[in-house]
């Protein structure tokens, strides 16, 4: 049976708190899944790679992924550090091929 959006938003407690016993959780989100609703956990870290990760919790399915460290973006004031990028190899540059005739 599908698991609905009501059971997933009443799990979210219940699946964090299993998951602090396992590694630093960073995150837990409500996705889709492919018959219904589930719960996907960010871990920082695991603790232990000897403990097995659950794949439910009370009846809704999760879905973990070790994320790393979250830290705060840079600062919208300062420059990108790189160049945007071309197409590579496109032979495009805009609207113009290389050739400067226009398609």
Do not use: W
């Not at 299993?18 to 837990?28: A, N, Y």
């Amino acid at each position: 049976m599908p698991t609905t959006l009501e059971q997933a938003r009443a799990a979210k407690h219940a699946v964090r708190s299993t998951f602090e016993s396992i590694g630093k959780v960073v995150g837990v989100a409500i996705t889709r899944v492919v018959d219904g609703y589930g719960l996907k956990v960010n871990l920082e870290s695991k603790r232990d790679a000897e403990v097995p990760l659950p794949v439910a919790v009370c009846g809704v399915p999760v879905i973990v992924e070790i994320v790393g460290e979250i830290r705060a973006r840079a600062s919208r004031e300062e420059p990108a550090t790189e160049p945007p990028h071309e197409a590579a190899g496109s032979g495009f540059a805009g609207n113009r091929a290389v050739d400067d005739s226009v398609y």
